[in-house]
């Protein structure tokens, strides 16, 4: 069974950093592409950041490029998300999505998610 | 504003059928396939329907999913009340080089 499990959420203040990990079990995470997608509260899903098997092709949207940093260690099947400037805007839950073998492929798993709090 | 175009909320009475649809462009739906994702309350969304119209083992053939051009349909039969929940589409989107999602739709079972 496919398991991501998201941890270091919490509250940060506006400016600040945080780090997101994501610890997968259940399939071989080396061979799928892995992204994070956020959720503000109340409202849709947004695609945060994607990244390559090996880790060579990273993925952002508009809204966070240059502030989020997507990476990967397959030897600890763990997948994280470094970010700063962080926004109000940006508090969200986060969660971990795994793709397929390419970052086009359909994101099939969820994790539970971590919610971020950017406030003063 | 969502890259897709969902209507914001469907309902209809148990036993019956909806249908949700979503538009996009040549960039993403176009040449794309289409997942579909169910959210229920208080929960990460779950994978419903992908590559158009396949459906991912344990998600009964009451749902289902087609692609006409830049659009695609979510269906639902046999409508139950456990079928509350949000639905959002999603797929890459070649010009952005990014994963976009519809806005998503609130299915009221009455």
């Known amino acids: 069974e496919v398991q991501l499990v998201e941890s270091g959420g919490g509250l940060v203040q506006p400016g600040g950093s945080l780090r997101l990990s994501c610890s997968a079990s259940g399939f071989n995470f080396n061979n799928y592409a892995m992204h994070w997608v956020r959720q503000a509260p109340g409202k849709g899903l947004e695609y945060v950041s994607g990244i390559s098997i090996n880790g060579g092709s990273t993925y952002y949207p508009e809204s966070v490029k240059g502030r989020f940093t997507i990476s990967r260690d397959n030897s600890k099947n763990t997948l994280y998300l470094q970010k700063s400037s962080l926004r109000t805007e940006d508090t969200a839950i986060y969660y971990c999505?795994?793709?397929?073998?390419?970052?086009?492929?359909?994101?099939?798993?969820w994790g539970q998610g971590t919610l971020v709090t950017v406030s003063a | 504003q969502s890259v897709l175009t969902q209507p914001p909320s469907v309902s209809a009475a148990p036993g019956q059928k909806v249908t949700i649809s979503c538009s996009g462009s040549s960039s993403n739906i176009g040449n794309n396939y289409v997942s579909w994702y169910q959210q229920l309350p208080g929960t990460a969304p779950k994978l419903l329907i992908y590559d158009n119209n396949k459906r991912p083992s344990g998600i009964p053939d009451r749902f289902s999913g087609s692609k006409s051009g830049t659009s695609v349909t979510l269906g639902i039969t046999g409508l139950q009340t456990g079928d509350e929940a949000d639905y959002y589409c999603?797929?890459?989107?070649?010009?952005?080089?990014?994963?976009?999602f519809g806005g998503g739709t609130k299915l009221t079972v009455l």
């Open positions: 999603g797929t890459w989107d070649s010009s952005l080089s990014a994963w976009v």
């Open positions: 999505v795994k793709g397929g073998v390419y970052a086009t492929d359909e994101i099939d798993n």
